[in-house]
């Protein structure tokens, strides 16, 4: 593999320079921008030659970048996988080639965990249960039905399953909290706003909104608010990932509770890959830490906030 030619850098002590191959998801969100800048800074900083790939959303421009990752010799693939299902041909390519693979920021769901050597990423269902707790405390009281449109995440994906699941499951301990309208936006900002439009058309009596990124969350804002409402106060907005443009409309009242979602993945990754090239065993799960916002919160941590 390329970690056993000496390296052209000619830096004479016979370090070898790491080639990491990285099929990132594509460039959808916010979240996403800061999660590729980590990973490149953080390339830069550890040494290694780094070849990125961006996949704009699609599963089979994914495998083809692991296939040319295999072609190439690399010494270890790193991928964010934008479904959870449909990867064990190719990673099974990659464990007979010899290169080992990372996974980050989203899992996959082959049975074979030895067809990868850890997942780093954060715990969606943990992040599900954040939102849906913050909301029956909210309504603990209520004796109203509570109507709540739910905009998902990427078909398919792990953030989009989990969120839902672990959402589901905290609200349900109150039947009042009711799911009236549930549909994917895609993590974009357009197809939040597009799909919210929808929502509003079809139901009059929209309580609150559960949005499993920031950028479907602004999107829907657009969309509320050109239909008279009031973001925040008519529709109470539950958001996932605290970038800085949801962190703002959090402080600006827009957004009432947001779950953080770490998208700084990069120094994890490359100890991760370090270690793995080295041949050193490494925990087969390493999450992520991270809070919540209500919005008083969101206006305090916003100066301080990387991404
Ligand atoms: C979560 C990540 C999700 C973010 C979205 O780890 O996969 O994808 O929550 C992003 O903003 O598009």
Not at 52 to 59: N, W
Not at 84 to 91: A, I, K, N, Q, Y
Request: negative net charge; hydrophobic residues 40%.
């Amino acid at each position: 593999t390329a970690a056993a030619q000496e390296t052209a850098s000619g830096s004479g002590d016979g370090d070898k320079k790491i080639t990491l191959g990285f099929s990132q998801v594509g460039a959808e969100s916010g979240w996403r921008t800061a999660n590729t800048k980590s990973i490149q800074e953080s390339a830069k900083e550890a040494g290694f030659d780094l070849k990125f790939s961006d996949a704009q959303q699609k599963q089979e421009n994914q495998i083809k970048a692991i296939r040319s990752f295999i072609q190439q010799k690399v010494d270890v693939i790193a991928f964010s996988p934008v479904v959870e299902s449909g990867w064990d041909t190719v990673l099974k390519e990659a464990k007979d080639a010899g290169i080992p693979v990372i996974l980050t920021d989203r899992a996959v769901d082959s049975a074979d965990t030895s067809l990868y050597k850890t997942f780093i990423g954060s715990d969606f269902i943990e992040e599900g249960k954040k939102a849906g707790q913050w909301l029956v405390d909210q309504y603990k009281d209520t004796q109203e039905d509570v109507n709540i449109v739910e905009l998902q995440g990427t078909t398919g994906s792990a953030p989009a399953n989990d969120r839902k699941a672990g959402f589901q499951d905290t609200i349900a301990s109150n039947p009042k909290l009711k799911i009236i309208a549930s549909q994917t936006g895609d993590f974009t900002r357009a197809k939040g706003k597009e799909v919210m439009q929808a929502f509003l058309k079809a139901h009059k009596d929209i309580d609150v909104l559960y949005a499993h990124n920031d950028d479907m969350a602004l999107g829907a804002i657009q969309a509320i608010e050109a239909a008279g409402l009031v973001p925040g106060k008519d529709i109470i907005i539950i958001s996932v990932d605290a970038v800085k443009d949801g962190m703002q409309a959090a402080a600006d009242g827009k957004i009432n509770f947001i779950v953080e979602c770490n998208p700084l993945l990069g120094p994890q990754l490359m100890e991760a890959a370090q270690a793995v090239v080295a041949g050193k065993e490494i925990d087969a799960r390493i999450v992520t830490n991270e809070t919540t916002f209500t919005s008083e919160q969101a206006k305090e941590a916003l100066p301080s906030r990387q991404y």
